[in-house]
C-alpha cells in the first residue's frame, strides 16, 4: 500500500501562516503553501494519495532540537528517589556512581528508552550519548543501548560515545574499547587525560589510535582545570590535525577555557577553527563555562547537551534543549533578537525554518515568534518526525494509546 501524506496547517513562522506537506514514505517535506482553508478536516486526498491533515492553528514552527551530549544509560529516571552527596573527588563520585547503578533494577535499554520517550516529547529528535564501557561491565549498556536505537530509528538520529567512565588507561579499558567499537559505537570517549589517566599524551594518543583504527571520531570528556585543559585541548587539536579528523573530534565541557584570560582563550579558539575541533557544553551554571559568544565569533563549532539528569552526579536537569538553550541566552546576556536566534545553532542541526526537500522534522509552540519561542521555552504542543506525530501536548496519553492498540 502507497504511503500516505501528512498535511500541517497553519503553521506559524515570519508572521504568516503556512501549510506543510510531508510525504510520509520519504518523511521529507514535498511542498509550503500559504495556508488555506478546510482547517477542519481530519483527512483529505492529495493527487489521490491518502492524506491526513492536523491544525496547527496558528502554534510557531521551532526546529527539531539536538542534544549532543548525554548518558542515556546513566539516569534515574522511572527509579525510586535516589539520595546523592557531594562530590569531593573524581575517583570517588565514580565509585558512588558505579555503587548506584549497580542496585537498579532496571537494565540499561530500559532506562536509555525512558530517556528517548522524554526526549522526543520536547521536541529532541537528535542525540550523541555517551554509554560506558570498562572491563568490569565489558559491553552489557552498550548492546543495550544498539538495541534501543534500531527500535527509535526513523523517530530520532543517535550517535554512540564508547565512553570508558573510569579512564581509559587508568581502567585498562583500550581492549573493550575495540570490542565497544567493533559492536557499533560511532565514537572514541575519553576523560581527563591528566585528572584521572594521569598521562595526558599517553591517554590523548591512545584515543586517536583507536580512531584511526576503526575510522571512528572522538568526544573527549575534559573536567581538567586552567592551564592544565588548555595544553590538554591543544594537544588535542594537533592531533586532530595529524590524524587528518577535522570535523570530527570533540571537547566536551572544557572548563579550562572559562579559567583562563580571554587573549589565551582567542588564541586556542582560532587553533579549534582551523583544526575543526568542536566543543561541547552543558551550560553549567555551578562552574565557569566556556565563552561561548568568542568561540562562536571565531568560527568554532559549538553545541549544547543536557549531560546529567537525575543521576548519581545531579538531581538536576530535564532533557529540554529549547530550555537548555534558553538558559545559556539568560547566562549569557544573549537580549538581543540576533543573539536569540543564533542561539538555534547550539540547540538544532536544522534550519530555523522549514524547507522543501528538507526532513519533516519539527515542533510545534504557543510563541509569538522564534526569538520568543528561545526565551520562553512553552510546552511543545506537538513534536513531529519525518511527518509523525510522535510527542507534545497533542500526542496521545498512554490510555488513548491502549484504545488505539486495541
Not at 559568544?293 to 529549547?322: Q, R
Not at 506525530?389 to 492498540?405: D, E, K, T, W, Y
Request: charged content about 20%.
Amino acid at each position: 500500500m502507497e504511503n500516505g501524506l501528512t498535511l500541517v496547517k497553519n503553521v506559524k513562522w515570519s508572521e504568516n501562516l503556512f501549510d506543510l506537506t510531508i510525504d510520509q514514505a520519504t518523511g521529507l517535506i514535498v511542498s509550503i503553501e500559504t495556508a488555506g482553508t478546510d482547517a477542519d478536516l481530519t483527512s483529505v486526498n492529495i493527487a489521490g494519495r491518502a492524506t491526513t491533515v492536523i491544525d496547527a492553528d496558528g502554534l510557531h514552527y521551532v526546529p527539531p532540537m539536538a542534544d549532543m551530549h548525554t548518558h542515556l544509560d546513566k539516569h534515574f529516571i522511572g527509579e525510586p528517589w535516589k539520595s546523592l552527596q557531594p562530590f569531593v573527588t573524581l575517583p570517588g563520585q565514580l565509585e558512588f556512581e558505579k555503587s548506584m547503578l549497580g542496585e537498579l533494577p532496571t537494565g540499561a535499554g530500559e532506562r536509555a528508552k525512558r530517556m528517548l520517550d522524554l526526549m522526543l516529547a520536547q521536541g529532541t529528535t537528535a542525540i550523541r550519548t555517551h554509554v560506558d564501557v570498562d572491563p568490569q561491565i565489558g559491553l552489557s549498556h552498550l548492546e543495550e543501548v544498539l538495541e534501543v536505537r534500531e527500535m527509535y530509528r526513523g523517530r530520532i538520529d543517535m550517535e554512540i560515545v564508547a565512553f570508558p567512565q573510569q579512564g581509559l588507561l587508568r581502567s585498562d579499558s583500550v581492549s573493550v574499547m575495540r570490542q565497544a567499537l567493533r559492536a557499533g559505537a560511532n565514537y572514541v570517549g575519553g576523560v581527563d587525560p591528566a585528572g584521572l589517566d594521569r598521562r595526558v599524551d599517553a591517554s590523548l594518543e591512545a584515543m586517536f589510535e583507536l580512531a584511526t583504527e576503526f575510522s571512528a571520531g572522538i568526544d573527549l570528556h575534559l573536567h581538567d582545570p586552567s592551564h592544565l585543559g588548555i595544553y590538554t585541548i591543544s594537544r588535542f587539536a594537533e592531533l586532530t590535525e595529524q590524524a587528518g579528523m577535522s570535523g570530527r573530534t570533540a571537547v566536551s565541557h572544557a572548563y579550562c577555557l572559562g579559567q583562563v584570560e580571554e587573549t589565551e582563550v582567542r588564541s586556542l579558539a582560532e587553533r579549534l577553527r582551523a583544526t575543526g575541533v568542536a566543543i561541547m557544553t552543558s551550560v553549567p551554571i555551578d562552574r565557569p563555562m566556556p565563552p561561548i559568544k568568542l568561540l562562536m565569533e571565531t568560527g568554532v563549532s559549538v553545541h549544547i547537551g543536557s549531560d546529567n539528569i537525575l543521576d548519581s552526579w545531579s538531581p538536576f536537569g530535564n532533557g529540554d534543549m529549547l530550555s537548555r538553550g534558553s538558559r545559556l541566552a539568560e547566562a549569557s546576556g544573549w537580549v538581543e533578537d540576533f543573539w536569540l536566534l543564533e542561539t538555534y545553532k547550539l540547540i538544532s542541526n536544522a534550519p530555523l525554518t522549514p524547507k522543501v526537500g528538507e526532513r519533516g522534522t519539527f515542533s510545534l509552540v504557543n510563541a509569538i515568534n522564534a526569538m520568543h519561542a528561545l526565551a520562553a521555552a512553552p510546552p511543545r504542543e506537538a513534536v513531529f518526525s519525518g511527518g509523525v506525530l510522535v510527542g507534545g501536548r497533542m500526542f496521545p496519553n498512554s490510555r488513548q494509546m491502549a484504545a488505539i492498540h486495541s
